[in-house]
């Protein structure tokens, strides 16, 4: 399955598990009707009838209806409140769990560690890099909450950063980029919010029956009546919220095993997330949290957070056992001696052993329920698993989008060492970063850079032009294909600006952009990413099939085509090939005339809102026009990845001699 169909399978599941979750609220609805009913008729009964055929006798259709919108509306208003709450992505949930946004400076090695952990895996999978938020809790956790990868974070615990090595980072951390590359954080995030909807419903029966047991005058004639409505609803609530609770525990096991088997497809390192896995089980806390949120976001992380009722039924993770002989068959239950004097400036000096291990049992738990026979040899299932991970540099770039390769992680490691320090460090720190984004902004021509210099004095603040004056010598020996991987490492320190600060530090692009009266594609490309990496996205279900996105995929292809290739021939046989793809050729190539990058910026906006399994075709017919002289400049990748990034598609790094499609 790839990354559209794991995205389209997502989008169905949440449907489904909406649809459930509406069943339960209108079973409720028809309870509480009952209730009051009962409650409405009893005592008033007459001669032999029974309380049921009373209730059917004197039931008021304006009252039913009333109790009715009543439920729904208390269930509606909670989960839209709550919903609400949520809307500003991941960081609320971090927050919410205590967690305190790393400092991208920090001086503390384990810190350093898993933010390097953290850098190396977005650049690998092509997503934003997510803020950390570090938790104080000894226990050995982890989770990724948003909505999309632009306003994902991770989470992470004091214990998991202190207790696990490099390599056991790297597999929990894989696990959570599965989550964001698979889309389970909407439907996470989604679910907090339905079930707070129907627990607010047993909050609102506590509160009636709390305000009847103190209210005075006659309590048998006007208390006891509400008193026994808000012990029915308080019930009535929390049932409903037992039954919500089970059907997110069912989601919840199987996508985790779903995310084990990618963190091992990603790494291709079984031993890093069943060691992290071992730890757990090895450690007298465990990954259970100390935190009053820690049940409601209970579904996010990465091991089992609370101790639940009624044992594994109600469980959000499967045993841990179980977890592990899935990804490593041949364990023996044996378990780890944890070091709590551990820090990440003590490596395990095992490497190479851990190496050959790693090496012998490749591709023997890519997959869930891969196996291995009882010699110890790896079965058919496995031995295929490791022929396909061995042909992933065979594999085209779309068919990499939305997966981590053990070789993509090595090319984001080469990447990032190939950036300067000094600039690695100004693009970890909110001032530095928006100045390294002016200074990727700079012109060429020395009279168009001096008047943008001349501006940003004058506009930008104090702090932000004293940083790019430290590293305006060193931005132009910077290799082109460095400037986008850099502007991704900016982005969590630029989410740390105020909204004041982010209008103007927008405004000072656009006047960079705008200088020489001229805004090229590696501008718009630039200014397109920060934009939709910092700007809170609507989440709105996708509607659209390519067919009625036409005009808009001609706009996309024209501005493609042109951008590749000046002689109008090229551009016609680029743009030819790429219609081939959509069943468009009808539809001609647009003349320049017809092309702006601002009609560019609304025609994403209507594409974004594609189905899922339609997205890949248009990416199919950006590549096909890329690929038609065989060559990839730095323009046609820089639009690919802006383009890709705004249809809310990663794209990991091309490998050498790799193709597009």
């Known amino acids: 399955m790839n990354f559209f169909e794991h995205q389209d399978r997502a989008r169905r599941n949440t449907k489904k598990l909406v649809f459930l979750l509406l069943l339960a609220v209108f079973s409720l609805i028809a309870i509480t009707i009952v209730m009051v009913l009962f409650l409405l008729n009893y005592g008033h009964l007459q001669g032999e009838e029974s309380i049921v055929q009373h209730m059917l006798n004197t039931a008021d259709v304006e009252l039913m209806i009333s109790i009715a919108l009543g439920v729904l509306a208390v269930v509606s208003l909670g989960s839209l409140y709550k919903l609400s709450q949520l809307s500003s992505g991941g960081k609320v949930v971090a927050e919410a769990m205590g ?80 989550h964001i590359l698979h889309g389970d954080m909407r439907l996470n995030i989604r679910l907090v919010g339905i079930l707070h909807g129907i627990l607010l419903l047993g909050i609102a029966g506590y509160y009636l029956m709390r305000s009847a047991a103190f209210s005075g005058g006659d309590r048998r004639n006007n208390g006891m009546p509400l008193l026994a409505l808000g012990l029915g609803l308080m019930v009535i609530g929390y049932s409903g919220t037992f039954f919500g609770n089970l059907i997110k525990s069912a989601v919840s096991r199987q996508r985790e095993y779903l995310a084990d088997s990618s963190a091992v497809q990603y790494t291709r390192n079984p031993f890093g997330i069943s060691g992290a896995l071992k730890k757990i089980a090895a450690h007298s806390q465990g990954s259970m949290l100390q935190n009053e949120h820690a049940p409601e976001f209970s579904h996010m992380f990465f091991g089992q957070g609370v101790k639940m009722a009624f044992g594994s039924m109600m469980a959000t993770h499967p045993p841990l056992e179980e977890r592990i002989r899935r990804i490593e068959p041949n364990w023996d239950g044996s378990l780890p001696t944890l070091n709590y004097g551990y820090s990440s400036q003590q490596e395990d000096t095992a490497s ?310």
């Open 352 to 661: 190479s052993e851990r190496e050959d291990k790693r090496k012998a049992m490749l591709g023997a738990a890519v997959a869930v329920g891969a196996v291995i026979n009882e010699q110890g040899r790896p079965s058919a299932q496995a031995a295929q698993s490791k022929a396909q991970d061995n042909s992933i540099q065979q594999a085209s770039a779309m068919d990499c989008i939305g997966v981590l390769s053990e070789e993509h992680v090595e090319a984001a490691q080469t990447t990032l060492a190939e950036i300067p320090d000094s600039i690695r460090e100004a693009a970890h720190e909110p001032f530095s970063a928006r100045a390294l984004v002016y200074g990727l902004l700079l012109d060429a021509n020395e009279q168009v850079q001096a008047t943008q210099l001349k501006q940003l004095k004058e506009k930008a603040h104090p702090a932000s032009f004293k940083a790019l004056e430290k590293i305006l010598a060193e931005l132009p020996r910077l290799d082109r294909k460095l400037h986008l991987p850099i502007l991704d490492l900016c982005l969590p320190a630029l989410k740390q600006q105020s909204p004041q600060q982010y209008q103007i530090f927008k405004r000072n692009m656009i006047i960079l952009i705008r200088a020489d009266k001229h805004v090229d594609i590696f501008e718009w490309a630039l200014y397109r990413i920060v934009c939709h990496g910092l700007e809170p996205q609507r989440d709105i279900l996708s509607r659209y099939k390519l067919k009625q996105t036409q005009a808009a995929g001609q706009l996309l292809l024209s501005v493609m085509a042109r951008a590749g290739h000046e002689d109008e021939n090229e551009a016609l046989r680029a743009y030819a090939a790429a219609a081939k793809e959509l069943d468009i050729a009808a539809v001609g190539l647009l003349p320049e005339s017809q092309i702006n990058l601002q009609m560019l910026d609304k025609a994403l906006e209507q594409l974004n809102l594609l189905r899922p399994l339609d997205k890949p075709r248009l990416l199919k017919a950006m590549a096909a026009s890329i690929n038609h002289d065989g060559e990839v400049t730095a323009t046609e990748a820089e639009l690919f990845r802006a383009i890709a990034d705004s249809l809310d598609c990663p794209i990991p790094p091309l490998l050498h001699g790799q193709k597009l499609v």
């Open 99 to 178: 967690g305190r946004l790393l400092n991208i400076q920090t001086r503390d090695a384990d810190e350093r560690r898993i933010l390097n952990v953290v850098e190396e895996m977005a650049l690998a999978g092509g997503t934003a890099v997510p803020p950390v938020y570090l938790i104080e809790d000894n226990s050995i956790n982890a989770f990724a909450a948003g909505y999309k990868g632009q306003d994902a974070v991770i989470g992470i615990t004091r214990g998991c950063i202190k207790l696990l090595n490099r390599e056991e980072l790297q597999g929990v951390i894989a696990h959570e980029f599965s």
